[in-house]
């Protein structure tokens, strides 16, 4: 966890490769893999606005729940089987990056034993913000097995949206599977009455008069995509002159000597715009090579010290 400036100290994480996760509300989770940790090493990681959650982090999703098992956990997971089908994900889905997911219930001895038993498990996300974003699109996997038992399957996994003051159904899914699915939705198709507070709710039930079903659901992949509006982005100072722009072999910088003449030497990062980091280093004259960049748009990071400048390019081929 990071202190509230963004930047993370810790000294007790050896040095060596790890797969490196981050991200906030209410921006794009993003990773970096085979990332190497050092004593001295200096990174600016870049976000980009929007909601998308792996589950990786803990970001503040909620729970609530009427039934005694089968709770969701934020994990990676296990899976059960029954008669041959797999009845609790055993993986996390292939849509995203990283291992976790919400499952309910994560616990392995068998397949009854830490499903849904004579209620509800409700799964809430952390409140958002589409005030300032159109042609808004939610995508998430979801996982929902039902089977067993000595009557016909009634069991679901219902989705809803809420505001302080209502909520939306969206879909009610019935059909079971040992997979992963994707379901996506318009956000302004559903006529909501404020889009500046709300949240996701997912809720699995195992009916009290259903007969002893094994009822099991997951979630995965959650993800908002839209335009963000024009007005809504905040100007930013551009402290960083760069030309030519675009280019297609070298970046210059104009006030390179400036930052060049500071006790220690600054650092620059390149990203691409998703949030990857793609080239990093020290800054040693006023020209940067990016020959070896693909075309398209890249954000470029100068830190001195404390300072951060920032400017966007191009790369043409």
Known sequence: ??????????????EGEYD??????????????????????????VLSRGYRDYFNLDLGWTTESTSPTGHWERVVPKGTEIEGQISNPNRSSNNDFGDMAFVTGNDDRNAGFDDIDDGDVSLFSPWMDFSD?????????????????????????????????????????????????????????????????VRMVFVASDYVDGGGHIVEAGIDA???????????????????????????DKLYLSNASELLLEADQPRFMI?????????????????????????????????????LSRSVFQVIR
């Open 222 to 248: 959650f993800d908002a995509e839209g335009q963000l509006l024009v007005s809504s982005i905040q100007p930013i100072v551009q402290d960083l002159s760069i030309y030519p722009n675009p280019t297609a």
């Open 20 to 45: 490196l996760f981050y991200g906030k509300w209410g921006w794009k989770e993003n990773w970096q893999p085979q990332f190497t940790i050092s004593e001295d090493r200096t990174d600016v990681f």
């Open 1 to 14: 966890e990071t202190q509230s400036s963004g930047n993370l100290q810790q000294p007790l994480i050896p």
């Open 271 to 307: 990203y691409e715009m998703s949030g990857r980091l793609v080239h990093s280093g020290t800054l040693q004259s006023n020209a940067l090579n990016v020959s070896d960049l693909s075309s398209g748009t890249y954000v470029l990071l100068i830190k001195n010290g404390s300072q």
């Open 133 to 197: 974003w159109d042609d808004l699109s939610i995508s998430f996997d979801y996982w929902f097995f039902n089977a067993g038992g000595n009557t016909d399957l009634n069991d679901s996994l219902r989705v809803a949206i809420q505001t302080p003051d209502a909520e939306t159904h969206i879909q009610t899914f019935t059909n079971s599977a040992s997979e992963w699915r994707t379901f996506e939705f318009q956000l302004d198709s559903l006529g909501l009455n404020r889009k500046d507070s």
